[in-house]
């Protein structure tokens, strides 16, 4: 490092202290801000929680005279960042469709006056101004910032259209230096970024993927009524601890959050429909933890600076991996541990193609929708599949997901992997997974004896499997990283530095066995509560619970199994709720009942366990019979 940026990194060093309490540098900033400075164009991936914001907030704040004009799609991103930089004596402004034209006009006449140091500015805004903007405003610039930048992919989300155009910034003034940060971008989504912002001679900065902290969990769908009782077990289990739910649509997320605040919890639905004023209300109680729960479509937390999310619910399966992994990481951004669930069922399969057949990118979509289903139906570790995605090597299993902490039968899958690696290498990395498993299993179709691929070495070398376990193989091997999809070449298998050490011996690999789907099995529920016996406690609190449901029902003058089935009160005895929400949850209850009858069931069982509590101590011996002849002494 020379002198000049030995004296840049000390200036910087003081600022973060200043400006943000912090005495050193997170992991690739300060190579990321020392790139903005001396005008280099910049694309960063670090996850959510990684400090990206501070990557170009430093270089504005380092310069004299300059301004960062930052790009952000989100109105409630932008507040919730000008609140943070303001509370650090930041000076910092907004330009946006909330503000009046004098105040957007006091805010351009500021940057003109170099009196402030960050303008957050939506993208059709900023496009808007260009026009407007006279040279001299330019002059002040030192940094464009991109934010969310995924957005301008057409590889990416189709979220915004007008980021797609944010290529002007690079065509109109070339000197200033643009920065795209994102949490999320595999391969060809990062290319993409750099072609659409016209970056030249970029520098690219990945940080890691990995969110050890977070816990990965996939739960198979079994029906509304079932999913719902497993969330709310879910939210019970972080009592007093926020999370959130995402759902597909509108009506999906007031319907839950609903459901959810008839059980007494305070959850509230987020969604694009709704006012600004309601959306920002929400996200700031959420922040502050006035809300324990937000039900919301995929708009809610992008950018949000909450660090104590402890649990993130998709209540369907996303549409890729990006989406995903966004949206987990809005849990455990302060490091302590955070779980993620997914509900999957093949009706979120259904409903998400038909999202990504009337996009833009019908076949991107569609492919990065199977890699998706794939993993959650997978029998391997979930951050391997997570990570080889967004192709980061992980060559272990992380030991804090569902697949870890319920190992499947394994066995060592080397051989099996060198027989693919050798057939994806022979074909010159030109064929696509199936393709590979047809060479593998010897299989003389047409296009395969037409691409001469019939006369390779590794030409049935895989007979002894059937297709169906290679198929299984191949996909695990995809999912652990040995090999990736190049979507914009075909689909072709492109292989990994890691695949290139199990190729040649340096590594070795472990698979799951390959079983056939056994539906029957998967759809088949547990045993039934309701076939075992009651303890003798359980059946004395059965009694009481069956004599308040008789009482209740002559107070209403109907029958009493319309109070609640003896099915219900047997769960009532064996699991014994105790406050509203759990009470709602119990098979046989519906919202209704809920609301009429937890409050005097639930009491009852609290009198029985403080009675139980107090029977328990009086049959417990004063002294143990040690220190009876102890004390006769």
Known sequence: MSCTDETLKTQATALLKRFYGYASFRPMQWEIISSAVHGRDTLVLMPTGGGKSLCYQLPALMSDYGCAIVVSPLLALMNDQID???????????????????????TVDLLLHRKVKLIYISPEKLLSELNYWSSTVFENVVLFAIDEAHCISHWGHDFRPEYSQLGLLKEKFPSIPIM???ATADRITRDDIATQLHLRDVQTFVSSFDRPNLALNVIQ??????????IVQIINSHKNESGIIYSLSRRSVEKLAGDLQRLGIN???FHAGMSSASKLKIQRDFINDDIQVVCATVAFGMGIDKSNVRF???HNMPQNFESYYQEIGRAGRDGLPAEAFMFYSYGDVIAQRQFALKSRQIQINLEKLQRMQQYAESHICRRRILLSYFNERYDHDCHNCDICNHLTDRFDGTTYAQMALSAIKRTHEHASLYTIADILLGWRKSAIVAAGYDRLKTFGIGRELSMAEWNAYLLQM???????????????LKITSYGYDVLFGKQSISLNRYQPRDLAATNQSHSSVFNQELSARDQELFEKLRILQKAIAQANHVAPYMILHDKTLRLLAQQKPTTKSAFGIIDGIGVNKCEKYWQPFTVVIKQHLETSVQKHADSKPLFSQEQEDKHEM
Do not use: C
């Not at 769908?221 to 497993?230: D, H, I, R, T, V």
């Open 267 to 269: 959850a509230q639905a």
């Open 478 to 492: 995809l999912q652990m990283g040995l090999f990736e999809v190049a979507y914009d070449q075909g689909n072709h």
């Open 312 to 314: 993130v619910i998709h």
């Open 84 to 106: 943070a930089l303001l509370e650090n004596g930041i000076p910092v402004r907004a330009i946006n469709s909330e503000k009046s034209d004098i105040e957007n006009r006091e």
């Open 180 to 182: 795209a940060l994102t």
């Open 221 to 230: 769908s079994m029906g509304a009524k079932q999913k719902f009782k497993q």
